[in-house]
């Protein structure tokens, strides 16, 4: 009768369930088939932690690329913070975002020599090797952080631990509430619980 569902790609339906049967948390930012209660990482305040750690660290040219996928999936949380936070940190030069349909080598390399980031975000450690081509000394001269630390990476570099366990204990706790006070099927007024995730050095 309990169900957490882990995250899907794109935007998953799973109406065809008989939800009267279920009672059910999503892991992930939303899902709208059906309308459920989700737990996940709170991505605009994350963003916003780790922004204000990378400039008392004395970067001030933070760049970020995104897939437009994982952009729009997640609502623009990420870009959002970016964006606002570059407006209001003392000294820090805002920079466009890097947004393309599939992430390369030849979207990076223009991008980074034109606006000389000194602290690159994102989500794929291939961009330490691009930095690297174009001159950049990790860590001597610039920065980089994985946005997600279960991505792999040929070397050690600065993540942020979306923190999946606490993610699946408060989705577990929800479901069992639910089934204590007999809450089965599609919620009335779904519910977004999030957790900020943790800097790894």
Not at 58 to 78: C, K, N, T
Not at 100 to 117: E, G, I, M, Q, T
Not at 153 to 163: K, N, V, Y
Request: charged share 20%; proline share 8%; net charge neutral.
């Amino acid at each position: 009768q309990g169900v957490v569902l882990l995250p899907a790609s794109g935007m998953p339906d799973l109406s065809g369930l008989s939800w009267s049967r279920y009672t059910a948390v999503y892991a992930d930012l939303f899902i709208n088939n059906p309308p459920l209660h989700c737990v996940c990482l709170d991505h605009y305040r994350s963003m916003v932690m780790l922004l204000r750690e990378l400039h008392e660290r004395g970067y001030r040219r933070p760049g970020l690329f995104m897939e437009i996928s994982h952009d729009e999936r997640l609502q623009y949380r990420w870009e959002g913070a970016f964006l606002a936070l570059q407006k209001y940190l003392p000294g820090s030069t805002e920079l466009p975002t890097l947004r393309a349909h599939k992430l390369s080598r030849a979207d990076f390399l223009p991008w980074f020599r034109k606006y000389k980031p000194d602290v690159v975000i994102g989500h794929y450690p291939e961009a330490i090797e691009w930095m690297r081509s174009c001159g950049a000394k990790l860590p001597k001269t610039h920065g980089f952080v994985c946005l997600n630390s279960l991505r792999t990476s040929s070397e050690p570099c600065a993540a942020l631990d979306f923190q999946p366990a606490q993610i699946g204990a408060r989705a577990a706790e929800l479901v069992i509430g639910q089934l204590l006070h007999n809450e089965l099927g599609i919620p009335v007024q779904p519910s977004l619980t999030t957790i900020p995730a943790r800097f790894l050095e």
